[in-house]
């Protein structure tokens, strides 16, 4: 009897293989993939993207709306729109990356442009606590949020390690019920952001 092949982590299984980031571009601009896919390329594997609830996307539109009150200018907000990494093609629910907004008319934005990328978790709390916090630390991203809708907190990690056989940022800083997040850009706090105003 063959085996069940989901009895195995999906990096294990044999017949699957990796693409780069240029690889998974030319799928999509070949029409191979597509917006309806909804997919993303998460350390070189195509990865099916969760389907999102409505308080997931209320969070989503809430950190966005917060984010226009305090982003200072030479920054701008992008919500639910790709990120190029060295081995992931993410699409973070807001990211926050250098402007002006036309820089990305013909390209997404790269580890130098962003800094602050934020997840929106409730089915994908595992995946963005660890997996997405590896990928982002890889990179540097210098802030990643994890609004945690399971625990109704958001955790901010910062002090990226950079790539290495761990990435992983060095510092987490949890933020429950009834505080003020701080946003922080270029290691300066531009303003704060209630939790329970990100909150369902």
């Given at each position: ?20 980031v ?8 070949a029409?191979f993939l ?16 969760l ?24 920054w ?6 790709g ?6 093609r ?7 990356a250098r402007g002006?907004?036309?820089s ?8 130098a ?23 982002y ?12 809708l399971?625990?109704r ?9 950079g790539?290495?056989d ?14 003020a ?10 303003g704060?952001?209630?939790v329970?105003?990100?909150m369902?």
């Amino acid at each position: 009897m063959t085996p069940a092949t989901n009895a195995l982590p999906f990096k294990a299984m044999a017949s699957f293989r990796t693409f780069t980031v240029d690889e998974y571009d030319r799928l999509i601009d070949a029409g191979f993939l597509t917006k309806s896919d909804r997919v993303e390329l998460l350390e070189g594997y195509v990865v099916h993207k969760l389907p999102s609830k409505p308080p997931h996307d209320f969070s989503v539109s809430a950190v966005g709306d917060l984010f226009t009150r305090v982003i200072p200018s030479g920054w701008v907000i992008r919500c639910q729109a790709g990120a190029r990494l060295t081995q992931s093609r993410p699409e973070p629910d807001i990211a926050i990356a250098r402007g002006p907004l036309r820089s990305y008319a013909s390209r997404h934005p790269g580890p130098a442009d962003l800094g602050l990328v934020v997840e929106v978790s409730e089915s994908s709390l595992d995946r963005d606590q660890q997996d997405k916090t590896r990928i982002y630390a890889r990179d540097t991203i210098p802030v990643y949020w994890v609004v945690n809708l399971v625990d109704r907190r958001v955790e901010v990690h910062t002090d990226p390690t950079g790539p290495g056989d761990n990435p992983r940022y060095q510092t987490l800083r949890v933020f429950p019920s009834g505080a003020a997040v701080p946003v922080e850009l270029d290691g300066v706090t531009v303003g704060t952001v209630p939790v329970d105003d990100l909150m369902p």
